[in-house]
């Protein structure tokens, strides 16, 4: 079974920092990108930030404020946000795009994930 294990959210004011983090457990082959997308109540999940194909991008509201990495031997990313902002209010979910072994499809897998609140 796959399982995505989003853990960091919680409360923090305006212009401060956090740190998310997500595990995937349950993969045995391929995992071909790793991305976090967020939705703020009333509004469309949104992406925020992808790593994969060589590449890591951005949604510009975020750019130069966030960073993600991923630690490929873990089988982790993070999501590093710095001066947040009220707007970055939401519930965070972390996706892969990945095949459980060789012989299956990739598809994306969501986990469940976590609220980050921004208090001005």
């Known amino acids: 079974q796959v399982q995505l294990v989003e853990s960091g959210g919680g409360l923090v004011q305006t212009g401060g920092s956090l740190r998310l983090s997500c595990t995937v457990s349950?993969?045995?082959?391929?995992?071909?990108?790793m991305a976090w997308y967020r939705q703020a109540p009333g509004k469309q999940r949104e992406l925020v930030a992808r790593?994969?194909?060589?590449?890591?991008d951005y949604s510009d509201s975020v750019k130069g404020r966030f960073t993600m990495s991923r630690d490929i031997a873990k089988n982790t990313a993070y999501l590093q946000m710095n001066s947040l902002k009220a707007e970055d209010t939401a519930v965070y979910y972390c996706n892969c795009n990945a095949r459980r072994t060789y012989y299956t499809a990739f598809q994306d897998y969501w986990g469940q994930g976590t609220q980050v609140t921004v208090s001005s």
């Open positions: 790593i994969g194909d060589g590449s890591t």
């Open positions: 349950g993969i045995n082959s391929d995992i071909n990108a």
